[in-house]
């Protein structure tokens, strides 16, 4: 554990949603839950549980579809915390909004306080520690987590305007140019206390057809409640291929085997992620890829900046990442 920080001393419960149908993450949701999908042969899920149980969360709340359900409370079964924290599951029935989905925790909330984030959002064990603490100090009605992003995703996101105070003055989802507030995002990671549920379970259902949290926070900010915004340096977004596909390459310093993947030693493999149970066959070149558990490439196979995966007839199916995102995000490889 980093020596800037150390255990939460209040007690705090932490929410991950992780039950949205992975629509934006297709053709490989398709073959492994959103959830599930690895991050240096690591289930993305599994990491943020492990962000949450290092600072001493007090119990996890999984809120998964009922198709995921047995799948991740096997895994965490087989791999429990490091610290045991206790997660509990609870289960979104219908695709209702993100609201609907943080609803589903209520019952299993023991603490005053609780930190929930989206199942497809990244933060480091610091910053989520320093976004709770930052709530702890002021107590608003609700903390969120911001990030300053470019001009061009901006328009994708939420623009937030604070003041000097770190208080939330307007939020305009997706805004148009002449909309923008700031440059600052709302990311999907909130602090609140347990009223919070009341207003969730009030709020009118969006025109589509969700209950939604900004929705939530839209009440709040028409009634001056309080709302405060912290920027933080590490939010990362995984909602699409391109975005797994990346998150893997910078976290992945090197490449990483699975001890289960059966490799030929004539193929050269560069910085590459290999999964589970996976077999790469003869003379291969492999660079900058991430391959997907149970994943055969056959012999005198070449391939640059992909993810490739077997799908459910074992063929090998590969999903290019273009030289445009490459460029987007200035990734060095």
Same mark, same amino acid.
């Given at each position: 554990?980093?020596?800037?920080?150390?255990?939460?001393?209040?007690?705090?419960?932490?929410?991950?949603?992780?039950?949205?149908?992975?629509?934006?993450?297709?053709?490989?949701?398709?073959?492994?839950?959103?959830?599930?999908?690895?991050?240096?042969?690591?289930?993305?899920?599994?990491?943020?549980?492990?962000?949450?149980?290092?600072?001493?969360?007090?119990?996890?709340?999984?809120?998964?579809?009922?198709?995921?359900?047995?799948?991740?409370?096997?895994?965490?079964?087989?791999?429990?915390?490091?610290?045991?924290? &206790?997660?509990?599951?609870?289960?979104?029935?219908?695709?209702?909004?993100?609201?609907?989905?943080?609803?589903?925790?209520?019952?299993?909330?023991?603490?005053?306080?609780?930190?929930?984030?989206?199942?497809?959002?990244?933060?480091?064990?610091?910053?989520?520690?320093?976004?709770?603490?930052?709530?702890?100090?002021?107590?608003?009605?609700?903390?969120?987590?911001?990030?300053?992003?470019?001009?061009?995703?901006?328009?994708?996101?939420?623009?937030?305007?604070?003041?000097?105070?770190?208080?939330?003055?307007?939020?305009?989802?997706? &805004?148009?140019?002449?909309?923008?507030?700031?440059?600052?995002?709302?990311?999907?990671?909130?602090?609140?206390?347990?009223?919070?549920?009341?207003?969730?379970?009030?709020?009118?259902?969006?025109?589509?057809?969700?209950?939604?949290?900004?929705?939530?926070?839209?009440?709040?900010?028409?009634?001056?409640?309080?709302?405060?915004?912290?920027?933080?340096?590490?939010?990362?977004?995984?909602?699409? &291929?391109?975005?797994?596909?990346?998150?893997?390459?910078?976290?992945?310093?090197?490449?990483?085997?699975?001890?289960?993947?059966?490799?030929?030693?004539?193929?050269?493999?560069?910085?590459?992620?290999?999964?589970?149970?996976?077999?790469?066959?003869?003379?291969?070149?492999?660079?900058?890829?991430?391959?997907?558990?149970?994943?055969?490439?056959?012999?005198?196979?070449?391939?640059?900046?992909?993810?490739?995966?077997?799908?459910?007839?074992?063929?090998?199916?590969?999903?290019?990442?273009?030289?445009?995102?490459?460029?987007?995000?200035?990734?060095?490889?």
């Amino acid at each position: 554990m980093s020596a800037k920080f150390g255990f939460l001393k209040t007690p705090v419960d932490g929410v991950i949603l992780a039950a949205g149908g992975g629509t934006r993450m297709r053709p490989l949701s398709y073959e492994i839950s959103k959830p599930m999908l690895p991050i240096c042969n690591k289930p993305l899920l599994a990491l943020l549980a492990e962000r949450m149980d290092e600072i001493g969360m007090k119990s996890i709340i999984i809120i998964d579809s009922p198709s995921n359900f047995n799948f991740i409370k096997n895994y965490f079964k087989i791999h429990p915390l490091t610290r045991n924290t &206790p997660i509990t599951y609870a289960i979104q029935k219908e695709a209702l909004g993100t609201a609907h989905a943080l609803l589903q925790a209520k019952d299993y909330i023991k603490c005053e306080f609780i930190f929930a984030m989206a199942g497809d959002n990244y933060f480091s064990s610091e910053t989520i520690f320093n976004l709770i603490n930052h709530h702890l100090q002021d107590v608003p009605e609700v903390t969120i987590a911001l990030k300053k992003v470019t001009s061009k995703e901006i328009i994708t996101l939420s623009s937030v305007l604070i003041n000097k105070r770190r208080l939330i003055q307007k939020i305009v989802e997706k &805004p148009s140019k002449d909309e923008i507030l700031s440059l600052l995002a709302a990311t999907s990671a909130y602090t609140f206390d347990s009223s919070f549920f009341n207003i969730l379970s009030e709020i009118p259902i969006s025109i589509r057809g969700e209950y939604e949290i900004p929705t939530a926070f839209e009440v709040i900010l028409k009634k001056n409640g309080s709302i405060k915004g912290i920027e933080t340096p590490d939010w990362d977004h995984i909602s699409t &291929p391109d975005d797994l596909w990346r998150f893997n390459m910078i976290m992945c310093e090197s490449s990483d085997f699975d001890t289960t993947a059966i490799i030929s030693p004539s193929s050269t493999i560069v910085h590459s992620i290999i999964g589970y149970k996976s077999l790469i066959g003869n003379n291969c070149k492999i660079d900058n890829c991430l391959i997907l558990p149970k994943t055969v490439i056959k012999d005198k196979q070449k391939f640059r900046n992909s993810i490739l995966y077997s799908n459910s007839n074992n063929d090998l199916e590969i999903y290019q990442i273009s030289e445009d995102y490459i460029k987007k995000y200035q990734i060095t490889i």
